[in-house]
């Protein structure tokens, strides 16, 4: 990312709605906000309230139905599919509730996946230290199934920062854990990216994991606020 971009998202005006029956349900009402480089920003809100639709937009998975999203100062609507999934591998990292590792490969081999895509010259040796920094050095040829659940998301969490993305979206990472599982994690993650300076979009119903970040956004039928 050019540093002279300062803002890492820019959302303008954009709505989403899909075809319900004949008839248009709108998910997303005409929002408007940016993202500075650096940023930890919350996305606060009710289940069903467009927080997780908001985020496939944001990476460029969907697109809106009106107004645009650029990330990095590019428009992704001027994109194609294969330039957005591109913009995706060189700026975005992903953490997912439901972990997404891939099954068929050990822990190291999902690590070194998005960076052998990226061209990553070193990337068993990156991916290693990755899960060293995660806590799971001894458990690199281990399978998903053999890991526990906070096991596996720190695989992921290694997987997202591996890469060195500018913009991390992590999307209910605690919602598959336990209390206590679940606060590890997001000590760890936010350690990890105060490390890195990544920019950070964080999906949760969780206010006191909301309230360790810069700026939250609250979510209510489709309109997104920002909490004083």
């Known amino acids: 990312m050019d540093a002279r971009v300062a803002k890492v998202v820019e959302v303008s005006r ?3 709605s899909v075809d319900n029956g004949g008839e248009a349900l709108v998910i ?15 996305i606060v809100g009710a289940s069903g309230s467009g ?3 908001l985020l496939g937009l944001l990476a460029g ?13 590019e428009p992704l609507a001027e994109l194609d599919e294969d330039a957005r999934a591109v913009l995706r591998g060189r700026l ?4 997912f509730q439901s972990f997404q590792l891939l099954p068929s490969l050990d822990a190291l ?3 070194m996946l998005p960076l052998e895509l ?19 050095a001894q458990r690199l040829h281990h399978y998903p199934k053999h890991l526990s659940g906070g096991e596996q998301q720190r695989v992921a969490l290694a ?3 591996a890469p060195k993305p500018t913009l991390i979206l992590a999307d209910e990472p605690t919602g598959n854990l336990d209390a206590a599982t679940g606060h590890q994690i997001i000590e760890l993650m936010f350690a990890i990216n105060a490390e890195r300076g990544t920019t950070l979009i964080l999906v949760t119903h969780d206010e006191e994991i909301a309230a360790r970040c810069g700026r939250r956004l609250r979510m209510h039928a489709g309109r997104i606020e920002e909490v004083a």
Do not use: I, M, Q, Y
């Open 14 to 16: 954009f709505t989403k």
């Open 28 to 42: 997303l009402h005409e929002n408007s906000f940016s993202v500075e480089l650096g940023e930890t920003v919350a």
């Open 51 to 53: 927080k997780s639709t």
């Open 61 to 73: 998975l969907d697109l809106p139905t009106a107004g645009s999203v650029a990330l990095a100062g």
């Open 92 to 95: 975005l990292g992903f953490v």
């Open 109 to 111: 081999e999902n690590v």
């Open 118 to 136: 990226a061209g990553a010259p070193n990337a068993r040796a990156e991916a290693e230290f990755w899960l060293a920094r995660v806590g799971l």
């Open 159 to 161: 997987r997202a920062f």
